[in-house]
């Protein structure tokens, strides 16, 4: 009796978000795509839709190289790995970005200029967002960066 | 005529003679269906109060000679009431007679002996060695995850960590021969390090514990006692063998106790081996990833633990002192297709072998010495209890760059060495006939220091002292008021870290500079904090009642407080919060048991208010590319219950089933409205027994058999993933048959868990979160001999 009216009493109709944002870049201008190749000294503008029942907050790309074969892609695609190797200057791009005025749907327009003098060789670029309640999706794309 | 005879011996002596005069009793106290001792009865003559020890004994010194009213009263026996003549002639030895209309209170062991707990006011149950034997999994949590309210976070087959009432890691505390168990308590990712084949008996205390334990004991205590004392110049053995088909398991247990006359000793070796385990499945898909098992092995899970113990003690009327010295030396690996939640590859050919245990592993060796001294006085018992525990604990896996960090040198990601020194001090008095008072003082001083490539929490010294104060007042017989207070001091010194590579830092002049980045800094914090409690117990004819309201407190912990980097392993950036204040629970616990005719039912209500729930909060942004998770507080109310009922309708047959459920919701903070992590789902479990007369050389069979329904848990916070509700079977049959000895048989133990093979998901488990299932079907034999 006393455990019910408890119930009663705290139970509300404050609805929690239990949904994590959507993330893709397989549309038509979707970019990089599974097994691309980058050219060092090339500008490229990275194209990615997310979406969220009730709204995004911040995205993050991360490119960092894959010559140990660490990870793999989660797009499904299988592309060539060059040989397990070393690395002695490989690309670091780590970068988180906000997304404001609370929206729901959102396309990641980021530029990003390839530097000269890296490693040349199998990456990883992971693209992140997370909504405006804590909830994440991630995706993963191996790329080649020549 | 004994009296005056007394009277004209001293008459011929001098009048300084006559004061003299005084004898001691010593009388035990057995039961009389039984003949076992009874410890713990209260004992009054006149106005002189004592209790029996540990073999039943009571003793009476400096008394003079003359008739005495005696009185007996224990709980779960009628009083009992006699005269007696000092000096003492008779037979020492007196019988008293249980009390059959007082309830059985431990639903799951079934024992008659332990009715001490019903006047506690706070819900405790006991647990035998013969429900951990019929109920043996792979680890000590996960055999006691059948009782109500129990459950467990595990991580793999072989390690899990309690949970009570929905609350894990440091809100439940681990008392294993009076010290306060001290590991890695705050992580997910391995277990409790106690070899389970070690523990006779123990004891679970559901509701706030703060007053006896101090800090930690919020959901509950697990309490795990040194078993009963051997009879006099005796000795007895064991050897317990175990197998199971799911992970090939393969366990060996042997020990042996030895008592003289004052002086005793036991000692243990435990060794487990095993490989891989296997899941309903083949395919397992974790966000957009599709891992591919081979022969359905959860690949890498393989583990072996060595754990030894030994004990010397002494016993005598009025003092016993035990010595115990354990050490649990475990090593397994963590599932191979994601490190944590970070999805990975390898180069190491996993599937060649089931059993080899490949990166990431983890290893850990856990040394306890323990001593537990008591002293019995007329009035008073004194304990004293000091204990050294080290912890060392290391984390391996393949060395990968990440962000800024270059690829380190070694597999060794993490180490962390945790020296505990406890003492508790107790003095509990029963001068009085009414009160049963105890007072006591713990001290706990920890040092944990770090190692590895990965950062997660901060090398750290913490200090903490408490007092208390209890009374337990016996209003009748068999009314029940017990209340106490308690005040803890805290100190924990963080101390600071720098990484061990550089990142480039923007200055404010927007320059970059390249710096080793410092994770935690020196800091100083106090805490205070008192715990109090209160509550009632009132046994009637057939039923009995609880109720109590009980503050308690955990001071936080330093990974809380100055956590400030990558967590690899849950690919994550974790920041403390310095301010943090000591987390304080307010906690009313009830109890309501009846008992008709051969039908029992008990109801375990309680309601929980936390003024600062500490909180790892998934917040909406990044740090270098990782979530950033923070620790924070907020309220949280939460209630639940547990309901078990009993039906006996003949001694051959039982039936039982009991239903657990926790509702817990943050009612400030960023997640307002959200539950807490690892919120255990309404779940119900039906057990059936049924005990077959002797057939064939089989003596004493029974089979029994548990399903456990569980609904679905859609009461989530990020990153968990909606469970879905599952039902699960098991079966197990025992029997003995006197193969070796007359005397002990040879008890063999069957058990089929998971008959049907179904694949489910358990939410408390770590690996859900990788969406791995639970084990598929297991068969294990079990064989125990004693000797």
Not at chain 2, 51 to 72: C, H, M, P, R, W
Not at chain 2, 126 to 148: A, G, Y
Not at chain 2, 162 to 181: A, D, M, Q, S, T
Request: with cysteine; glycine share 6%.
């Amino acid at each position: 009796m006393i455990l019910g009216n408890i119930c009663s009493c705290s139970s509300d109709d404050e609805e929690t978000d239990t949904e994590k944002p959507t993330i893709t870049v397989n549309y038509a201008e979707g970019f990089p795509k599974s097994c691309t190749v980058l050219q060092k000294g090339n500008p490229y503008i990275i194209k990615v839709k997310a979406a969220d029942n009730v709204a995004l907050a911040s995205y993050a790309i991360d490119i960092h190289h894959n010559f140990d074969h660490h990870t793999h892609d989660d797009q499904g695609a299988q592309c060539t790995l060059d040989p397990i190797k070393t690395p002695k200057s490989p690309m670091i791009f780590m970068e988180n970005y906000p997304i404001k005025g609370e929206v729901k749907q959102y396309e990641i327009t980021q530029s990003i200029t390839i530097p000269e003098g890296i490693d040349a060789g199998d990456y990883h670029c992971q693209i992140s967002v997370i909504d405006v309640t804590g909830w994440q999706s991630r995706t993963s794309i191996d790329i080649k960066i020549q | 005529m004994i009296q005056r005879s007394i009277h004209i011996i001293c008459l011929l002596f001098c009048l300084t003679a006559y004061s003299q005069d005084l004898y001691s009793v010593k009388i035990k106290v057995v039961d009389k269906d039984t003949n076992t001792p009874l410890v713990g009865a209260h004992i009054s003559i006149n106005n002189k109060h004592t209790v029996t020890n540990t073999e039943g004994d009571f003793y009476f010194k400096n008394i003079l000679a003359q008739e005495y009213t005696l009185s007996i009263t224990h709980i779960g026996y009628k009083p009992y009431h006699t005269t007696i003549e000092i000096p003492l002639f008779a037979a020492n030895i007196i019988a008293i007679e249980a009390n059959q209309s007082v309830l059985e209170e431990v639903i799951v062991s079934g024992d008659t002996n332990q009715k001490r707990i019903q006047k506690s006011s706070l819900s405790k149950l006991e647990v035998k060695k013969d429900f951990l034997e019929q109920n043996r999994e792979n680890s000590l949590m996960q055999t006691l995850k059948k009782i109500p309210g129990v459950s467990s976070i595990s991580i793999g087959s072989g390690q899990s960590k309690p949970v009570i009432r929905g609350l894990g890691f440091n809100r439940v505390v681990v008392v294993e021969n009076g010290i306060k168990h001290e590991a890695q308590q705050w992580a997910t990712d391995h277990g409790l390090e106690i070899d389970q084949y070690n523990v006779e008996e123990l004891e679970i205390t559901k509701g706030a514990s703060s007053l006896l334990y101090g800090s930690d004991a919020i959901a509950g205590v697990i309490a795990i006692k040194s078993g009963k004392l051997l009879a006099k110049n005796s000795f007895s053995g064991e050897v317990h063998l175990t197998g199971r088909s799911n992970n090939d398991l393969f366990g060996v247990s042997a020990g042996i106790k030895k008592r003289y006359d004052n002086w005793y000793y036991k000692a243990r070796i435990t060794h487990q081996n095993y490989g891989d385990y296997k899941v309903p499945t083949d395919q397992i898909y974790y966000e957009n990833y599709v891992f591919n098992l081979h022969k359905n092995y959860l690949r890498n899970t393989a583990g072996q633990n060595y754990d030894i113990s030994s004990s010397i003690g002494y016993v005598s009327d009025h003092f016993q002192s035990e010595t115990i010295i354990t050490n649990v030396n475990a090593k397994s690996g963590f599932f191979a297709n994601a490190h944590g939640l970070e999805v990975r590859t390898s180069q190491i050919d996993y599937d060649a072998n089931n059993r080899d245990i490949d990166l990431p592993h983890h290893k850990v060796n856990h040394l306890k010495i323990i001593n537990n001294s008591k002293i019995t006085l007329p009035d008073h018992t004194l304990i004293l209890e000091v204990g050294y525990q080290n912890n060392h604990r290391e984390e391996h896996s393949e060395p990968v760059p990440h962000g800024y960090m270059p690829t380190p040198s070694s597999t060794k990601e993490r180490r962390f060495i945790k020296n505990t020194y406890s003492i508790n001090v107790k003095d509990h008095i029963h001068a009085f006939d009414t009160h049963k008072i105890a007072l006591g003082i713990n001290a706990e001083y920890q040092n944990n220091t770090i190692g590895g490539w990965g950062f997660l929490i901060p090398e750290y010294n913490r200090l903490t002292i408490g007092a208390f104060a209890y009374d337990q007042y016996k209003i009748t017989d068999s009314f029940y008021l017990e209340g106490g207070l308690r005040y803890d001091y805290g100190t924990v010194h963080t101390k600071p870290y720098y990484e061990w590579f550089d990142s480039p830092i923007t200055n404010s002049d927007g320059t970059i500079t390249q710096e080793r980045r410092q994770r935690s800094s020196k800091t100083n914090l106090e805490f205070g904090s008192y715990s109090a409690s209160v509550g009632i117990s009132y046994l009637k004819k057939n039923s009995s009642y609880k109720l109590n309201l009980g503050k308690s407190f955990r001071i936080p912990l330093a990974s809380e407080l100055a956590s400030d980097g990558v967590n690899y392993h849950m690919y994550r950036y974790e920041e403390g919060s310095i301010d943090l204040k000591p987390e304080n629970s307010y906690q009313i616990d009830g109890e309501l048991n009846a008992t008709i005719n051969n039908f029992e039912i008990q109801l375990n209500p309680f309601v929980n208010y936390f003024e600062n729930y500490i909180y790892l909060n998934p917040t909406p942004a990044y740090y270098e590319t990782l979530q950033r998770y923070q620790y924070t507080q907020s309220e949280v109310f939460r209630y639940g219950g547990e309901l078990t009922a009993l039906y006996t309708p003949s001694p051959a047959f039982s039936l039982s089933a009991s239903l657990e459920y926790v509702y817990s919701k943050q009612l400030s903070g960023d997640k307002k409205n959200f539950t807490l992590p690892f919120s255990p789902p309404l779940s119900t479990i039906f057990s059936a027994k049924y005990n077959i007369n002797s057939w064939w050389f089989f003596k004493k069979t029974s089979v029994f058999s548990d399903l456990r329904i569980t609904a679905k848990q859609n009461d989530i916070v990020p990153p968990e993933r909606p469970t879905d509700g599952f039902s699960l079977l098991n079966f197990g049959v025992q029997t003995e048959t006197h193969l070796f000895s007359q005397k002990h048989p040879l008890q063999i133990q069957c058990s089929v868990n998971n008959v049907l093979d179904k694949k489910i998901f358990d939410h408390t488990s770590f690996y859900r979160l990788i969406q791995v299932p639970e084990p598929g079907r297991n068969v294990s034999i079990s064989i125990l001999q004693k000797f």
